[in-house]
């Protein structure tokens, strides 16, 4: 490979993985034909290597041993914290909870006497439904005059003749006096 | 982690004391600010320890705990965009003293290697350089400097895969070479 060639974007990325040692046993063999063969991939490698061994001089922090102090301090505090947190939640949840019970059972107690009072004191409009079938036929019940007379009608078949109504001639039993 | 997951919290205490440094070095040159970073790590801590009853050893611990600096981190720096009250680059930010960017960001055709003798000016260097990287290319190359993690390991604690890690530190490490021409170049 002449000084010229222009390595590929794929090899340029295998030039620093191979500086790396992350490139498998092929690929390494193949970028070090490359670099065999090419003056500026040797040229590439170098001036990466040495911008790499430019790092080294990075500041590395230490924080000190109270470093280790102040973050367990601060982890027992966020801890205690967390506790008094879940201390009061759990306070308020009870305090919910008896709340939501008592309310419950006066709900219950209010809807029950409703229910009670409802189905216990007499009404006029309830009385009324339920005479409802007797009013509908009031009238008939009147001419009747008297169960007295109903039973004598049915004793003597007066129900089963048909031709009741179309014959007024019939005879029927005295009626009830007005 | 396990100890910790039993409620032995001597172990977190050991577990904190063996972490704090990477973590907050982390945090430092992703955000800039030490006292921020000193809080996300702390921060990063107590959310472990809460969540340390759902821990399984399945993954290992330190992929787990960047999984969770890295999702600390990317909300910072969107808290911080939404504010625009704190500048991303750590000079800017006065929490490290240093020389204006103009004196540390090199003339490339004058400052040669030389130069850089003095390791904060190289340190501000270096640092201007990170900051030309975007966030995900900053934490795939902090993650694979400072803690040396696998393609694999990076894309578990980003939601990555290795390939798409690859691509990230491949152009995030192209963009350093380009910031640092100056001082990278073959003398030869």
Known sequence: ?178 | MLRVKEGDEDAFSELVANYQSRLVSIFYNMLGNRETAEDLAQECFLRIYQARNGYEPTAKFATWLYRIANNLASNTRRSFGRRKEVSLNARDSGMMESTPREQTVPDKSALMPTRLADSRETCDVVRDALTTLSERQRMAVLLHKFEEMSYADIGEAMDLSPAAVKSLLSRARDNLRESLVAYVRPTG
């Not at chain 1, 027992?76 to 008592?102: H, M, P």
């Not at chain 1, 009747?144 to 089963?160: D, I, M, N, V, Y």
């Open chain 1, 1 to 178: 490979m002449g000084k010229a060639t222009r390595l590929t974007v794929e090899q340029r990325a295998n030039l620093v993985a191979y500086l790396d040692g992350e490139l498998d046993e092929a690929e390494t063999r193949s970028i070090e034909e490359t670099l065999a063969g090419s003056p500026a991939a040797r040229r590439d490698v170098e001036m990466l290597s040495r911008a790499w061994d430019m790092l080294d001089h990075l500041p590395r922090v230490d924080p000190g041993e109270d470093f280790t102090h102040r973050t367990i301090s601060r982890l027992r505090a966020v801890e205690v914290n967390k506790a008094q947190s879940s201390a009061r939640w759990q306070v308020w949840a009870r305090r919910t909870l008896f709340a939501a019970l008592w309310l419950g059972g006066l709900s219950a107690a209010v809807v029950g006497g409703v229910y009670a009072a409802v189905w216990t004191i007499p009404s006029e409009g309830r009385n009324m439904i339920r005479d409802y079938p007797v009013v509908e036929k009031l009238h008939e019940y009147e001419a009747a005059g008297s169960l007295e007379f109903l039973q004598e009608l049915e004793r003597h078949h007066k129900f089963e003749d048909s031709s009741l109504t179309d014959t007024p001639e019939v005879e029927l039993p005295e009626g009830p006096s007005q």
